[in-house]
C-alpha cells in the first residue's frame, strides 16, 4: 500500500467531515432532526406511563389502546413519503417536495400540546395518534435531504451520520428531560408543553436555517 496515499486520504477525509459539520445546512438539519427525535421519544418512553397516570387507563388498556400511536404513525411515514415522491415527480422542485411533508409534520406533532385539554382518555389517544402520525410524517424527507445537498455521493453517509449522531442525543436526554420535569412539576402538562415547543422549532430549523435544498459547497 502507498502509505502516503493513505496518509492524504485520510486527512481529506477528515477536512470533509470537518467542513460538513460546521456547515449551516448541516446544522440547520441537525438541529431539525434532534426536535423530531425529541418528540418521538416521548411516545418511545413516556406515553404508556401519561395514559396511567393522567388518563387512568389500566396496564391492560394501555396494552390495548397503546398500539394505537405507531400503527398511525406507519401510514404517517408511508403517506408522506407517498406524497414527496408525487409532487416530485410532477415537477415541483425538491425544496417544496421535502420540506412541506416534514415541516407541516413537525408543526401538526406538536399538538401534543393539546392533549392535557382532553378530558377523555380516549380522546386522547387518538389526538396523540395523531401528534406521532405526523411526526413520523417528517422521516422520509429528514433521511433524503442528506442526498439532495451532498457535494458527493461518498459524503452522503457522511452527512446522514452527522446528522443522526445529534438527533440520538436527544434520544438519550429527552426521556431524562421529561422524567424531570414530571417528578419538579407532578405532572406532564410541562413536558408535553416542551415536546410541542421543540417540535415546532424543528420545522423552523428546516425552514430557515437549512433554506433551498441544493448541493452544499465545502
Known amino acids: ?70 400503527i398511525a404513525a406507519v401510514f404517517g411515514g408511508l403517506i408522506a413519503g407517498t406524497i414527496t415522491d408525487k409532487m416530485i415527480s410532477k415537477g415541483y422542485s425538491k425544496t417544496l417536495s421535502r420540506k412541506l411533508p416534514l415541516c407541516v409534520g413537525l408543526i401538526c406533532s406538536g399538538s401534543i400540546v393539546f392533549a392535557e385539554l382532553v378530558h377523555s382518555g380516549y380522546h386522547a389517544v387518538v389526538l396523540l395518534s395523531f401528534s406521532f402520525a405526523m411526526a413520523i410524517a417528517a422521516s422520509p424527507s429528514i433521511w433524503a435531504i442528506p442526498g439532495d445537498i451532498a457535494p458527493d455521493p461518498n459524503l452522503v453517509g457522511t452527512i446522514g451520520g452527522i446528522q443522526n449522531t445529534v438527533s440520538n442525543i436527544a434520544g438519550i436526554v429527552a426521556p431524562i428531560i421529561t422524567g424531570y420535569i414530571i417528578y419538579r412539576t407532578g405532572g406532564f402538562r410541562t413536558a408535553l408543553l416542551l415536546s410541542g415547543v421543540i417540535s415546532c422549532i424543528g420545522a423552523f430549523s428546516y425552514t430557515f436555517i437549512v433554506g433551498k435544498l441544493e448541493v452544499i459547497d465545502i
Not at 492524504?8 to 441537525?30: A, D, E, Q
Request: aromatic share 18%.
Open 1 to 70: 500500500y502507498d502509505t502516503n496515499e493513505i496518509t492524504s486520504k485520510i486527512k481529506l477525509n477528515r477536512k470533509n467531515v470537518l467542513s460538513c459539520i460546521v456547515n449551516r445546512k448541516v446544522l440547520g438539519m441537525s438541529i431539525g432532526f434532534f426536535c423530531y427525535n425529541y418528540i418521538k421519544n416521548f411516545y418511545l418512553t413516556w406515553f404508556p406511563s401519561y395514559l396511567v397516570s393522567e388518563k387512568g387507563f389500566s396496564i391492560l388498556n394501555v396494552g390495548i389502546w397503546g398500539i394505537l400511536p405507531p
